[in-house]
C-alpha cells in the first residue's frame, strides 16, 4: 500500500481558502483513485472530492463549485483547493489512495480544517 501524508490544514475564518496536499510515497500515474475524505465530531467519515482513472472527478454537493481536487503527477501530489469556506466544512481531512478497483485503501493521518471566526 502506498504512504500518504497530508499537510495544509489550519483556522480560517469563513469565506477563506485554503489548499491541502498529500504526498504520496510511490508514484500515482497510474493508481485507480485518489482522493479526499473528512469527519466531523460524532458523524461519519464522507466522501468530499475524489479522482477516477486519472480523470474523472467527483465531488459531494456540498462542495461543489467550492473545491477543486487536482493531482500532480510528476510530484506524486493530490491537493485540494478550498475555497468559501463555511463553519460546517470544519472536520480531519483524510487522503485516500486505492490502486484498482478491488485493492484495500490507503489513508493518511489527516489533517485538521477548522472554519471560525
Known amino acids: 500500500q502506498v504512504q500518504l501524508v497530508e499537510s495544509g490544514g489550519g483556522l480560517v475564518q469563513p469565506g477563506g481558502s485554503l489548499r491541502l496536499s498529500c504526498v504520496a510515497s510511490?508514484?500515482?500515474?497510474?493508481?485507480?483513485?485518489v482522493g479526499w475524505y473528512r469527519q466531523a465530531p460524532g458523524k461519519q467519515r464522507e466522501l468530499v472530492a475524489r479522482?477516477?482513472?486519472?480523470?474523472?472527478?467527483n465531488y459531494a454537493d456540498s462542495v461543489k463549485g467550492r473545491f477543486t481536487i487536482s493531482r500532480d503527477n510528476a510530484e506524486n501530489t493530490v491537493y485540494l483547493q478550498m475555497s468559501s469556506l463555511k463553519p460546517e466544512d470544519t472536520a480531519v481531512y483524510y487522503c485516500?489512495?486505492?490502486?484498482?478497483?478491488?485493492?484495500?485503501?490507503?489513508w493518511g493521518q489527516g489533517t485538521q480544517v477548522t472554519v471560525s471566526s
Open positions: 485516500n489512495a486505492r490502486a484498482t478497483p478491488i485493492s484495500g485503501d490507503s
Open positions: 479522482i477516477l482513472s486519472g480523470t474523472i472527478t
Open positions: 510511490g508514484s500515482i500515474f497510474s493508481i485507480y483513485a
